[in-house]
């Protein structure tokens, strides 16, 4: 089929909105969290119990600590003993007790670190050298795996990695939380870790930016520094840089179609005779800005569909016609979308969409539902996993089929959720505030002749003093918040409303514990009183060779 570009296949976006950082002072954590805002906090899980409270940069232990003031630049031999929350390897200065925190260091491995910043209660350490590996050592199957800021954990054992992460999640619930696992009241409240049976190749999307500074690691470059090369760079974001493109021409993460499709694009969109020019984050200038592959499949008949989405900062068909042309010869390649972002920020949602080839959609199905994703829809990325998540939480709503229950579902995204819920349910009520989100819910409601689901666009971080009169008492409150957690005033909300259970779903444990603790102990402070019981807390690995870790918990109101 030859490249298509219609008139009439354009789409108004609205702009996604920027959720703003929660700053909420955590409890005391560690004795390197107890000072720290939850941001930090969540980063800095120690793996043994927490010490005394130090003073301010005064690490000691009454037999055998001193003090230890760590200049920048200076170079110190560690150990990592664990890691802690986002995949830092946590280590001790020996005969201190003061905490450095070591990106790419794994538990047990002996290296030399060089410190590159400095805090009241910890430092941050660059690695300069391994003395000893680490425990679990295993080779990364990905040549980028030692430089890309993706999956840093390749080379650790996948049942160490799961084994670490559910140990972060308790000592978070500990710490955080304050939920002592030792008492008989909370025995049994943690369950073990499900791992994902898929480990690589389970992402359903994948983000790459093209970029005019290609970065090349250090001891690459040592190793190439008589051949020449490339500026123009398509792959991933270098860690710690919004200018720097590490070029990619395979990622282990997405499936083999996309990587087909990304190893065709690289071969060609560098082509002077194209005119194709990448973006320039400091002059603003150029025409490429992002490559979004997202994977999916024909519900009818299984076979994969893969969508190509270039984002550009003009509309420029006649540009991206012949790439176009190239890549719908991919037999599972079903839609090629343009999204147009004329702003010099680096979000990859475009204000206006187009489809330059097929359909401006492609398909999933999950737990029986069949949903349509667009270029900038919310879905889960790992749909393998996704599937034993939502049986997880379809598990724990104890919700009794009979069609007589109320369901509020706050950030509800595209409904993915409560659509699965809403078959066992009287009604369901969803709120998101991603005005596109709640569009694409309603689509799939009505995709799957669901008609018991209401879903409405709004901030709930700016909820008023009525929002519950827009939905009946809920028997079952769903939230899947985004990083930061919920705001104070939600948190109000929900111990006022009293509903009867309550399944937090969190990809960040530590706003997750915290977000706990307020509801089931209250906020003395603001004096706030807890009106719940956690009942159960089920760690979930989604996203293998990653640090990130998805916790769905149960929550019964307390009998007064």
Request: proline share 6%; net charge neutral; hydrophobic share 35%.
């Amino acid at each position: 089929m030859a490249a298509a570009f219609p008139a009439t296949g354009v789409r108004l976006l609205h702009p996604r909105p920027l959720l703003r950082n929660l700053r909420r002072a955590a409890r005391p954590l560690s004795v390197l969290a107890a000072a720290l805002p939850i941001q930090n906090a969540e980063e800095l899980t120690a793996t043994a119990a927490p010490p005394p409270k130090p003073s301010a940069s005064t690490h000691t232990d009454k037999n055998t600590a001193t003090p230890f003031y760590p200049k920048r630049g200076q170079t110190l031999e560690l150990v990592c003993e664990s890691l802690a929350y986002k995949g830092k390897g946590l280590c001790k200065v020996a005969g201190t007790g003061f905490i450095v925190m070591c990106d790419r260091a794994l538990p047990g491995e002996k290296f030399v670190g060089r410190v590159t910043r400095k805090k009241n209660d910890y430092a941050e350490v660059k690695k300069l050298k391994t003395i000893t590996p680490h425990r679990d050592i295993v080779e990364a199957p990905c040549e980028f795996a030692s430089h890309c800021g993706g999956c840093k954990m390749q080379d650790l054992l996948y049942e160490a990695q799961v084994r670490a992460k559910e140990h972060q999640v308790r000592e978070l619930i500990v710490h955080v939380g304050k939920f002592s696992v030792k008492d008989s009241e909370y025995d049994g409240i943690m369950k073990p870790i499900v791992p994902c049976d898929i480990q690589f190749h389970y992402r359903n999307k994948m983000e790459f930016s093209f970029g005019t500074k290609e970065w090349v690691p250090a001891e690459l470059m040592q190793q190439e520094c008589d051949e020449e090369i490339k500026t123009n760079a398509l792959g991933l974001h270098a860690p710690g840089f919004f200018d720097k493109v590490l070029n990619i021409n395979k990622c282990l993460l997405q499936s083999d179609s996309a990587n087909k499709v990304l190893a065709a694009i690289q071969d060609f969109w560098r082509d002077p005779e194209l005119g194709l020019s990448p973006y320039d984050v400091h002059s603003h200038h150029g025409f490429l800005k992002h490559l979004m592959l997202r994977s999916g499949r024909n519900v009818e008949t299984g076979q994969p569909e893969l969508m190509v989405n270039f984002v550009t900062s003009s509309y420029k068909p006649e540009l991206l016609k012949p790439l176009v042309e190239k890549i719908e010869a991919f037999p599972d390649v079903v839609s090629i979308m343009n999204n147009v972002n004329t702003s010099v920020g680096n979000t990859s949602v475009g204000e206006v969409e187009y489809t330059l080839f097929g359909k401006p959609t492609i398909t999933e199905s999950l737990r029986g539902l069949k949903f349509q994703i667009s270029a900038n829809s919310f879905f889960q990325t790992n749909t393998h996993q996704a599937e034993i998540l939502y049986k997880l939480i379809e598990e724990s709503s104890f919700l009794k089929g009979d069609g007589s229950e109320i369901v509020l579902d706050l950030f509800c995204g595209t409904g993915t959720i409560g659509l699965t819920l809403a078959k066992r349910a009287k009604h369901v009520y969803g709120f998101e505030i991603v005005d596109q989100a709640i569009s694409d819910a309603r689509r799939n409601a009505d995709i799957n002749g669901i008609s018991n689901a209401t879903f409405v666009q709004g901030d709930l971080n700016k909820i008023g003093e009525n929002f519950g009169e827009y939905f009946p008492k809920p028997d079952l409150v769903i939230t899947d918040p985004n990083r930061p957690g919920m705001h104070m005033k939600l948190i109000k909300f929900l111990l006022k409303l009293k509903a009867e259970r309550i399944i937090y779903v969190s990809c960040n444990p530590a706003t997750c514990a915290r977000d706990l603790d307020y509801l089931c102990h209250g906020v003395a402070e603001q004096k706030i009183e807890g009106c719940y019981k956690l009942k159960s807390i089920q760690p979930v690995d989604m996203f293998p060779h990653t640090p990130h870790i998805e916790c769905v918990c149960l929550l019964e109101l307390s009998i007064s």
